[in-house]
């Protein structure tokens, strides 16, 4: 899963290193995916995500997501029900159950919050990020600027929830070290906040997917080759 003001191509360069085989999703409000982009909600696209898997394979998976896309994990792992051996927070946002990604990042701003949020809807209802396809005709937003802050400040005001994840899922938050977004705190409440028992570093920016993909396909690769062989220490 994508972060803020991305599509699912910001993937292509990582999934071409990746040895383990992938499926790389769009959130709802962009491209051919509907949706209006302000007003997506967590639900909304858990729903679509879950979907896209189901579609694509019916083997166990390790779900990923980058900064915005570590919102929507906890309700895709729940709808996928004990097909998930792995989730992985890349630069992931992500709250407890039952508290919103704000309350993290910028505790005692909510009020400010709202009422950006409430600005960019009302300027950009029904806005897409690049549609296409059946899509093309709907008002579109092409500044990923633009669409990063709407998709930061919708999400991350949305309240998180936890419920119907195995809680022995296990969980890694991929640290970039070069993060001018997240500050080494942030993100330190971040993986507590996803209760991510490994932290693994990678020299990059907020996102590796462009700035670093070959180092985070190893990383994949070798957290999907961990869930693998416990896998087949289950079996065995």
């Given at each position: 899963?994508?972060?803020?003001?991305?599509?699912?191509?910001?993937?292509?360069?990582?999934?071409?290193?990746?040895?383990?085989?992938?499926?790389?999703?769009?959130?709802?409000?962009?491209?051919?995916?509907?949706?209006?982009?302000?007003?997506?909600?967590?639900?909304?696209?858990?729903?679509?995500?879950?979907?896209?898997?189901?579609?694509?394979?019916?083997?166990?998976?390790?779900?990923?997501?980058?900064?915005?896309?570590?919102i929507v994990l906890p309700e895709v792992a729940a709808r996928l029900d004990g097909r998930v051996d792995h989730l992985?927070?890349?630069?992931?946002?992500?709250?407890?159950?039952?508290?919103?990604?704000?309350?993290?990042?910028?505790?005692?701003?909510?009020?400010?919050?709202?009422?950006?949020?409430?600005?960019?809807?009302?300027?950009?209802?029904?806005?897409?990020?690049?549609?296409?396809?059946?899509?093309?005709?709907?008002?579109?937003?092409?500044?990923?600027?633009?669409?990063?802050?709407?998709?930061?400040?919708?999400?991350?005001?949305?309240?998180?929830?936890?419920?119907?994840?195995?809680?022995?899922?296990?969980?890694?938050?991929?640290?970039?070290?070069?993060?001018?977004?997240?500050?080494?705190?942030?993100?330190?409440?971040?993986?507590?906040?996803?209760?991510?028992?490994?932290?693994?570093?990678?020299?990059?920016?907020?996102?590796?997917?462009?700035?670093?993909?070959?180092?985070?396909?190893?990383?994949?690769?070798?957290?999907?080759?961990?869930?693998?062989?416990?896998?087949?220490?289950?079996?065995?």
């Amino acid at each position: 899963m994508h972060g803020a003001g991305h599509t699912a191509r910001v993937w292509e360069t990582v999934r071409r290193h990746l040895s383990a085989p992938s499926v790389a999703v769009d959130l709802p409000g962009r491209r051919d995916r509907a949706g209006d982009l302000p007003a997506v909600t967590i639900t909304e696209s858990a729903a679509g995500i879950a979907a896209d898997v189901t579609a694509a394979t019916a083997a166990r998976v390790v779900l990923v997501g980058h900064s915005v896309g570590g919102i929507v994990l906890p309700e895709v792992a729940a709808r996928l029900d004990g097909r998930v051996d792995h989730l992985v927070f890349v630069a992931g946002l992500c709250a407890k159950d039952g508290d919103t990604v704000a309350d993290t990042v910028s505790p005692g701003r909510s009020a400010q919050f709202t009422e950006r949020l409430g600005e960019l809807r009302a300027r950009y209802a029904g806005h897409m990020l690049e549609p296409e396809g059946a899509c093309a005709a709907a008002p579109a937003i092409h500044d990923p600027r633009v669409a990063m802050s709407i998709d930061s400040l919708n999400f991350m005001s949305q309240t998180v929830s936890w419920e119907g994840v195995d809680p022995g899922t296990p969980r890694t938050f991929v640290r970039c070290l070069r993060d001018r977004i997240q500050p080494r705190a942030m993100q330190a409440r971040l993986a507590e906040n996803c209760a991510a028992a490994d932290v693994i570093d990678i020299d990059s920016g907020h996102t590796p997917a462009l700035q670093a993909p070959a180092a985070l396909a190893a990383i994949l690769d070798g957290i999907a080759s961990g869930s693998a062989a416990r896998a087949d220490e289950r079996v065995v």
